[in-house]
Every structure is written in structure tokens, then in C-alpha cells.
């Protein structure tokens, strides 16, 4: 596994355990792409050029006989002749609107290079490699700096780019992408993960057609819609087998993975800031830095690439003291309560919940100003002491005392026009001189591109979180961008506010998780509205979906987990019949699917029955019991919720392979039809028993032939099998 450069062939050669990625430098200095897939042999790929299309239409640069149009490359370029998609679009002073990509130099680095500004992967020095190829477009005057990473043990590449103004004018940046990368005359699906609020991360495998095709954001976060994640694979791959390439990229704010197939069936895949309404000033000596984008690639199917993001997000993005400790059992206020509580109500849930075994007690919404309804006081972070009398440090000194932990909802981005903070800083949110500004949810939204907003935030909420013991916090985000500019830039830089955005809150969280390093911080966006990896440095976990069905969750978890750990999952046991869908489930089944993320409580304790609260404690102990295997095991996906609507089987398997766990719930009757459920990960001629019934089975028969769940027919049926290697 390394980063070789033949300097004969000027071939440069990444390798890690499964998969090489190869490139050369043309005689010229063009970056072309030579290879990505499973590892290969050093073979000099000179001969694979494809040197088909020259003439007037695909026309060729003046000291090459190829076109840039038909040969694939490292970083594509503008006007210069070739005219798919661009990764770097330059706008020069005399108004040029093109780009160049040539070698310059490089340099292979020991270690991983962390972004200034932005959440970046993370290794120890021994653990990766990095590739820096330095290239000039000498008409721009830009200094281009392409980074590749890999970390040994992964099979994964960390790509971003660097730019720097190297003249004595300004230009302006229109497009600059993380990513590209072009795979010559194939025919490969493409998998992206959609959605909308309360039914996010649906799993859609297409045909990739000829022409361009986009998963992107132009709402500022990177959206309920699309998350900023891309496969491509086989035609004919499955979960656990074929090629399968993975794209995902370390952003928060307007993105877009285009896809351009062309007419000799090539496919560029170009990642990175959605370009629409971007125009980035660099003056002389200036950088612009792009996010990171992780490519994973994986010979054995789409179930081994998510496993390999799982690994990484949760060993090399988190910087969360909650990354790898066990995290607490938490009850949310807001299905059993909404704004509707006291502290007297709080502390009653407190006690309740302590007895079900129940860790931390979570005050959702409402908490703050005059918040009775979603209407007023977003801004106004401090406690409404008609609702909680006791004002926070005596009530949560109370529900301390009870054995309980406390934990705290914030929806730190927002500004109500009803609010205090409005009538001070109307000029703090987002809003255009010329246009009305439009209500999401109510409210505006701040713009955390000014110091002075970020430096409000961290001021207001540190007050509060450090006035008592609060061990948690949900920061949540519940409407997406519009009227986005900023009065005091020139009009040539308005195009800067949505990333500045995007900058402004990583800077803020950087500060508060640095201030207060003991708190676990849960993400939030109406659900899974801003589900990203780079979110994962400072949000360990993220609530995955404001549907807390239990059948609606097992398509929005599983589609969730194709690139997210389970531990990063949030899903709770919530009240029947369901506040989203209205469907009554049992609560044997509503908890079976909450544990297949971080598990945890949205309901009325007080409202449980007796018997009830009995299988919740038993739950719980389960919980415990499993807490391991789940969170550091690894995850296989026995059946696509997308295809079976009938049932779905998951399995966690310990990562020594001597333990799994195996969850079967029916999510529709299935009278007559037996199940046989193949199992993954174990060793082939290792036995394993049944740790409940004491039965027996060699890996390979669990593997081949699977468990029988013939007996389960009716919906909401559910069972676990617990194997031991014995
Ligand atoms: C949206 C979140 O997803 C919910 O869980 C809840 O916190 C509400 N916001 C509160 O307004």
C-alpha cells in the first residue's frame, strides 16, 4: 500500500489494500487519468490513452495531439478544450472565463494535512500518505495544489484542492471542485440517497444516462433532498458483491456530485461547492481551500463500502470525547410533551425515566424566551422562568439528585421576527434591501457569516450551558436559506455568503465543542435535513429523522447507514399511535428498530403501562448487553428494505467475528412464504450457538443455507438471535 511515482513513465500509482489509482502526466503537463479500481500490477498504462476524438468539434491543445475532450484527466478544466464538466471555473480580470490544469511539481508527505477551516479527516502519521500535486494555469496565474490521502489500513483516497492567487491582480473563482475523476468506456448504475423532511435517505439505483446528471443542494445545508453522497457500481454488483466506487463529500452548505456520461461512454464524476450563486474573490496571494471528498472503493459489493465509511467516521473525523465512549441512554421531551411543560413536568419525567433505567433527560423546544409555539423567540437563549419556576440550576441540580443527567435543545442559526433579538439586530439575519425576506417555520435565518453573530451565539449560549451541569446539547436547524447576501461586501463578492455561511458555523462549533469538551452535541436538521460527514467532527450522532415510525424507520436508517455508522444514527422509541404515520406497532418492534441506531426514549414515561415499563427495563438491559456489538461491530444489511417490503434482517457482527446479533422484524404480513435469512461475517467453520435456545450452527450453514424466521408471519413480529463462537 503507497504512493509510487515512476519518473520515467511519470506515472504516479496510489495503492491501498483493494483498489489502485493510477495517473500520468502528458507530455505537456496535462494530468490525465489512467486508472481506479481493484489493485492491478505496476504495469506502464501508457497505452491506455484514448486518443479517439480530435477534430474541429473535440479540438486539441496546441502542444498535444489528443483532445482534452475525450481523454480523462485529474482535474478538468474550462475553455481550454474540453467540454464536459469543469472542476475550476477562473473569471480574470479582463473578464476570461477559462481554466488550465498543468503540472508543475509534487510531493509525497507522510501523514494527512488537516484543513484550516473546515472539518477534515484525520490520521496519525503512521497511519497515512499523502500525494500533493502542484499545477499552474500560467494565464490565470493560479497555483493549483491537488491533494490525495490515504490512510493504509482503508480503502479510502481524501481529495481537496487549494488555490492560490500567484499574480499582482484579483480573479475570481466561479467553480472550484474538490474532485474529479473520469472512468473511461463504461456503463456503471449510479446510487444516490433522497429524500424530504420526515423521509430521508430513500436508496435510488438508476441507470446513468448519457448528458449530465446532479445530485446537489442550492438550500444552504446539505439538505433533506439529496445528501452529498454518490455510488457508482457495477451493473450487475449487489450488497456483497461487484465493484462499487463511493463518493462523499465533507460539506455542510451547497454542493453538487455531477455526473457527466458522454458519447463514448465515459463517466466523469466531478464533486464539490454547488457553483450556482459562487464567486469567490482572490486577491493577490490569496487561498481558497475546497472541503474534502472520500472516495471508497469496494470489490465485494455496496454492504464493504459502507462498512469501510463506517470505520472511518468513527476512528478519523470525530473530535468529540463522545466518539468512542459509551454514550448515555437518553429520553426526549418532544413527542411527550411539545411546548407544553413545566419544570415540575420535566423533573416528573425525570423521575419516571430514571426508573426504566434511563440515563439523560433531554428538554426539547420551548424552553427559552417566550416560546409557547414554533411562532416566537428563536435568538432569545435565555430560560423562560414562568415555565421553569425553579429557573435551570435548581431544577436540573433536582433532576441530578435524582440519578438522572440533563440535556438541552438549541436551535442556534434561527432568529424569530417575534423575538428581542430582532428588535436589537433585524440586520442579524439573512436579508436583501430590495426583497421581502421569506419565513420558513416562522423564522429567518441568522447570518453566521458575521463575527459578530458567531461571537452573540458563543456568548448567550456558553452563559446558559455553563450555568449548571448540562451534559448534552441539541443543536438543531429547522429551515433552509434564502435572501442570502451581505450588505457591506461589494457586489462583485456577494457571491461569497453562502460558503462564509457554512464557515461561520464551523468556526462557532469549533469554539463551543473546544469551550466545553464534555458535552455530547447531537445534530439535527427537522430530522436528517443536515446529515453530513463533516457535521460528524463536532455531532457524533445526528437525529436521523423526525418520522420515528417504526416501519418508516427501517428504510430511512438503512438508506442512512450506505455511508453513516449506526452510532451516528438517532432513533428512539416513540409513542403509538404514531404522532407522523398514525400506525400502532408493537412496542417489542419499535424498540428492536431504535436499538439498529443509538436507541433511545420520545415518549411519556408516565404513560407507559406497567407492563410496559417491565419490557422497557428489559429492554434496557439488553441494551447494555449489546451496547458493543452494535456500536463497534460491524454492520451487514441481510435484506433491502427498498425491495422486501415484507421483512428486514440486520446483522451487527463483532469485529473479532466471535459474537452477532441478528434482528428479524416483519414489516408486512407474510402468511405461507418461509424465510430463510443468510447470514455475513462469520467464520466459515466456526460453530456458534443460539445463546437462547442452545442450538448450534457451523458459520458456513448460518452463511448458506441462514436462519429460518418461517415462523414469524404477522406484522410487527420481531425477534433477535444472539450467536456465540463457541
Ligand atoms: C425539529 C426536530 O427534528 C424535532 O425533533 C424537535 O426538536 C423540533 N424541531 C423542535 O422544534
Not at 481523454?71 to 464538466?85: I, L
Not at 481537496?160 to 474538490?178: E, P
Not at 446513468?208 to 452529498?228: D, E, K, L, V, Y
Not at 411527550?336 to 415540575?344: I, K, L, M, P
Request: charged share 25%; glycine share 6%.
Amino acid at each position: 500500500m503507497s504512493i509510487i511515482f515512476n519518473s520515467e513513465k511519470k506515472i504516479f500509482s496510489i495503492k491501498t489494500a483493494d483498489f489502485s489509482y493510477i495517473m500520468q502526466i502528458s507530455d505537456s503537463g496535462y494530468l490525465l487519468h489512467k486508472y481506479f479500481g481493484k489493485a492491478i500490477g505496476d504495469d506502464d498504462l501508457s497505452f491506455a490513452t484514448l486518443e479517439v476524438a480530435h477534430a474541429s468539434f473535440s479540438p486539441n491543445p496546441a502542444d498535444e495531439s489528443f483532445s482534452l475532450d475525450s481523454m480523462p484527466q485529474e482535474y478538468s478544466a474550462s475553455q481550454t478544450g474540453d467540454f464536459r464538466v469543469s472542476s475550476v471555473d477562473i473569471k480574470s480580470a479582463n473578464g476570461e472565463y477559462a481554466s488550465e490544469v498543468k503540472y508543475v511539481s509534487h510531493e509525497i508527505i507522510t501523514g494527512k494535512p488537516q484543513l484550516k477551516d473546515m472539518p477534515s479527516i484525520f490520521a496519525e502519521n503512521d497511519e497515512a500518505t499523502t500525494l500533493v500535486l502542484t499545477c499552474e494555469d500560467v494565464y490565470a496565474k493560479a497555483e493549483i495544489k491537488l491533494y490525495y490521502s490515504i490512510i493504509e489500513k482503508l480503502n479510502i483516497i481524501v481529495r481537496s484542492v487549494k488555490i492560490k492567487n500567484i499574480g499582482d491582480g484579483t480573479f475570481h473563482l466561479m467553480k472550484m471542485a474538490s474532485s474529479c475523476v473520469d472512468f473511461c468506456a463504461c456503463d456503471f448504475d449510479m446510487t444516490q440517497l433522497y429524500g424530504t423532511w420526515s423521509k430521508e435517505c430513500n436508496v435510488e439505483r438508476i441507470n446513468i444516462p448519457q448528458g449530465i446528471h446532479s445530485i446537489a443542494s442550492r438550500r444552504g445545508s446539505s439538505s433533506h433532498q439529496h445528501n452529498p453522497f454518490v455510488a457508482i457500481s457495477d451493473k450487475d454488483a449487489t450488497e456483497t458483491s461487484g465493484n462499487v466506487y463511493g463518493f462523499n463529500l465533507l460539506y455542510s452548505g451547497n454542493f453538487a456530485i455531477e455526473l457527466e456520461r458522454d458519447y463514448l461512454d465515459n463517466l466523469r464524476v466531478v464533486c464539490g461547492i454547488n457553483s450556482w450563486n459562487f464567486d469567490f474573490e482572490l486577491s493577490s496571494g490569496e487561498e481558497f481551500q475546497t472541503p474534502e471528498v472520500v472516495f471508497t472503493y469496494s470489490p465485494n459489493g455496496f454492504g464493504e463500502l459502507s462498512r469501510t465509511y463506517h470505520k472511518l467516521y468513527k476512528n478519523h473525523i470525530s473530535k468529540s470525547k463522545w466518539a468512542h465512549k459509551k454514550r448515555p441512554l437518553l429520553i426526549n421531551t418532544w413527542e411527550a410533551a411539545y411546548f407544553n411543560f413545566t419544570d415540575e413536568t420535566i423533573i416528573e419525567y425525570a423521575k419516571h425515566a430514571k426508573e426504566l433505567g434511563i440515563e439523560l433527560l433531554v428538554m426539547d423546544d420551548g424552553w427559552f424566551g417566550k416560546r409557547n409555539n414554533d411562532k416566537t423567540s428563536l435568538g432569545d437563549w435565555f430560560v423562560n422562568t414562568e415555565k421553569l419556576k425553579k429557573g435551570l440550576p435548581k431544577m436540573v441540580e433536582e433532576i441530578n439528585e435524582i440519578g438522572m443527567d440533563f440535556g438541552i435543545w438549541y436551535e442556534p442559526e434561527m432568529i424569530s421576527p417575534v423575538s428581542e433579538l430582532y428588535k436589537k439586530h433585524p440586520e442579524w439575519c439573512m436579508h436583501m434591501s430590495a426583497r421581502p425576506n421569506c419565513l420558513g417555520r416562522n423564522q429567518y435565518v441568522l447570518n453566521l457569516a458575521l463575527k459578530e453573530v458567531q461571537d452573540y451565539l458563543f456568548d448567550v449560549m456558553t452563559e446558559v450551558l455553563k450555568s449548571c451541569n448540562i451534559t448534552y446539547v441539541k443543536w438543531d436547524f429547522n429551515r433552509n436559506l434564502t435572501n442570502v447576501s451581505m450588505e457591506d461586501l461589494p457586489n462583485s463578492e456577494k457571491g461569497e455568503t453562502f460558503h462564509r455561511y457554512v464557515l461561520g458555523l464551523y468556526s462557532l462549533l469549533e469554539r463551543l465543542t473546544d469551550e466545553l469538551p464534555e458535552i455530547l452535541f447531537e445534530g439535527c436538521s427537522g430530522g436528517g435535513g443536515r446529515f453530513d460527514p463533516a457535521l460528524l467532527r463536532y455531532f457524533p450522532q445526528n437525529w436521523a429523522s423526525d418520522d420515528t415510525d417504526a416501519v418508516e424507520r427501517i428504510q430511512i436508517q438503512y438508506g442512512t447507514s450506505m455511508a453513516y455508522p449506526v452510532s451516528a444514527i438517532g432513533s428512539h422509541v416513540s409513542n403509538c399511535p404514531n404522532h407522523q404515520t398514525g400506525r400502532t406497532s408493537p412496542l417489542k418492534m419499535r424498540s428492536a428498530i431504535a436499538m439498529m441506531g443509538t436507541y433511545g426514549f420520545e415518549l411519556s414515561p408516565l404513560k407507559l403501562t406497567d407492563e410496559e415499563k417491565d419490557f422497557v427495563k428489559e429492554e434496557i438491559k439488553l441494551y447494555h448487553k449489546y451496547y458493543d456489538l452494535i456500536n463497534n461491530g460491524e454492520l451487514y444489511r441481510l435484506t433491502n428494505p427498498f425491495e422486501n417490503p415484507y421483512y428486514c434482517a440486520t446483522e451487527f457482527v463483532s469485529p473479532s467475528k466471535d459474537k452477532a446479533l441478528v434482528t428479524y422484524v416483519v414489516s408486512r404480513s407474510r402468511r405461507l412464504k418461509p424465510v430463510f435469512v443468510k447470514l455475513q461475517g462469520l467464520n466459515e467453520h466456526s460453530k456458534y450457538k443460539d445463546m437462547d435456545t442452545g442450538i448450534c450452527y457451523f458459520g458456513d450453514t448460518l452463511m448458506n443455507l441462514g436462519l429460518n424466521f418461517s415462523k414469524y408471519t404477522d406484522e410487527g413480529e420481531s425477534v433477535r438471535v444472539y450467536l456465540e463462537e463457541i
